[in-house]
């Protein structure tokens, strides 16, 4: 570019002083076949101002000459610098601007990146800068992070933000994840989680037969009320009976289903993919292709008529009810009956039990909005799961020595509980495997066939972890504790004898 054609102006912001000097600026102003180029810099005591506000002020005032178009932002900042630079850009012809910030010399220079500026070596502040041209090409763009860590260096520099600026965000932020928990998680006045009823319930005189119907569920694998219909299917034998559909969780937490080519090895392993039914691609579809619509929540589990296309069911007890009894003519495994009559009582008292305090207990932990409901909900947490140490210490299961319903809906909170609700949901008094019974317990049940194909812990996590956005901002995932590891859940619980040597002892 020919010097001779770079014109030359100054401004002066008569009147404005700062200590004892006038703020004065000096700029070049050329034109060249590729961009428009500009050159400026402030002298030492411009920084009475933000660096941001006397580019501002001075770049609106460029504009005339660089016939820029007025929905031109100069905040627009598409950043490609490094520790003490960073560049604006315009929306027409797209000259770029570099704000220099140096140690040496308490002055903040601006330049186009196509320029090269040289500071001289004494330490006297010069009013102006000498502007040498370059053909080297502007320095490559850098991360977004880079980008934030340098606009905070030269907003702020080391120190923290200011402290009204730290207000600001935290209120904003409160404001917002309340707004998110509402639809997420309702809760009553005292801010305590209160689970919403689900919406399409079996009729015990109603109930789906195997001739008439061709029944097909859907689920999600880190749902602990999708898992008990997985493990009563699997134990009932019921994988030809009812076809099954994986939903994976979407961004905005929704139920969505996506093809999926990771290579399965285990045959039995249950994996997200497509909508097996309806050819859906997410579940509010399925719901809304009912006979008269829906518009509430979609959630899984899901038991689904092909025929009728209708829903039959998405409450998940009354779903395990219906494998273990209602569909015994297409069971491989009919003899099986997780709901003994002589043990229908203590069914029922366990799960009023398990499910306000432990299965819906972590819940109202990790869902609570306020302190006192956070406080109120850990401690009947835990007092209930040192109940059920103490019953297991010389039970097998919670109902003796027979595997019923009330296990089932117990052991897909406590498969989840060191990898996630312990952390995510601040259960943080005990871990699982401080129980010495409980954790036994749950090897116990992990180890019966068929039950390890419906537990996926990597899955459990990226599901809770990634999805739950008010929870983990952040989305990053902790690694897995090792009391949660396969090699873990496989070792010998010794389970088996409990009921027996307790038994024992009491009759010597």
């Not at 100069?74 to 704000?99: G, K």
């Not at 994840?177 to 998680?185: E, I, P, S």
């Not at 898992?227 to 969780?249: F, W």
């Not at 495994?333 to 972590?362: A, F, H, M």
Request: hydrophobic share 35%; net charge positive; aromatic share 10%.
């Amino acid at each position: 570019m020919n010097r001779q054609s770079l014109k030359r102006f100054q401004f002066r912001r008569w009147g404005k002083r700062i200590g004892n000097s006038t703020t004065t600026a000096s700029a070049k102003l050329g034109n060249s076949e590729e961009r428009t180029i500009v050159a400026f810099a402030f002298s030492s005591s411009c920084f009475g101002k933000p660096p941001r506000v006397l580019v501002k002020q001075f770049l609106w005032r460029l504009k005339s000459r660089l016939r820029l178009s007025r929905k031109s932002d100069t905040h627009n900042i598409q950043c490609s610098y490094d520790l003490r630079s960073y560049h604006l850009n315009f929306d027409d012809e797209r000259p770029t601007f570099c704000i220099v910030r140096t140690r040496k010399l308490p002055v903040m220079s601006v330049c186009c990146a196509s320029a090269q500026l040289t500071f001289p070596s004494h330490t006297t502040t010069p009013r102006r800068f000498t502007v040498r041209m370059s053909n080297q090409p502007p320095k490559p763009t850098t991360t977004t992070t880079s980008i934030f860590t340098s606009a905070t260096k030269l907003l702020w520099g080391p120190s923290l933000p200011p402290g009204l600026l730290i207000s600001t965000a935290r209120t904003a932020w409160s404001t917002v994840w309340h707004l998110m928990m509402t639809q997420l998680a309702p809760s009553d006045s005292s801010g305590s989680y209160t689970r919403p009823t689900s919406q399409f319930r079996l009729n015990p005189t109603q109930l789906p037969s195997a001739a008439s119907s061709e029944l097909h569920l859907y689920v999600g694998l880190p749902c602990p009320w999708a898992h008990r219909t997985l493990i009563v299917r699997a134990l009932k034998g019921l994988d030809d009976a009812v076809s099954v559909s994986v939903a994976s969780p979407g961004q905005d937490g929704s139920w969505e289903f996506k093809d999926n080519t990771i290579p399965i090895r285990d045959k039995d392993k249950l994996i997200p993919g497509l909508d097996k039914a309806n050819r859906c691609r997410n579940l509010k579809e399925v719901y809304k292709s009912r006979t008269g619509g829906y518009d509430g929540r979609c959630t899984v589990p899901m038991l689904w008529d092909s025929r009728k296309k209708d829903v039959v069911c998405n409450e998940s007890y009354d779903i395990i009810e219906f494998f273990n009894t209602g569909l015994n003519e297409l069971a491989k495994n009919p003899s099986l009956d997780l709901t003994p009559p002589e043990l229908k009582g203590k069914i029922e008292t366990w799960n009023r039990i398990v499910y306000p305090k432990v299965n819906n207990g972590v819940y109202r932990c990790g869902f609570a909005q306020s302190q006192e409901a956070y406080d109120r909900a850990v401690n009947e947490l835990f007092s209930t799961l040192d109940e059920i140490e103490d019953h297991l210490g010389s039970n097998r299961y919670l109902c003796g020595e027979r595997l019923t319903l009330a296990d089932v809906c117990l052991f897909t909170t406590l498969i989840r509980f060191d990898p996630v609700y312990n952390i995510l949901f601040k259960c943080t008094k005990k871990k699982l495997v401080e129980y010495p019974n409980l954790y036994g317990y749950l090897r116990d049940i992990y180890q019966i066939p068929g039950v390890a194909a419906t537990c996926d812990i990597p899955a459990i996590m990226d599901g809770y972890y990634k999805t739950l956005f008010p929870l983990n901002a952040s989305g990053i995932q902790p690694a897995i504790s090792l009391s949660g590891h396969q090699d873990s859940l496989l070792l010998p619980h010794n389970r088996d004898s409990v009921g027996k040597a307790f038994e024992a002892q009491n009759a010597v």
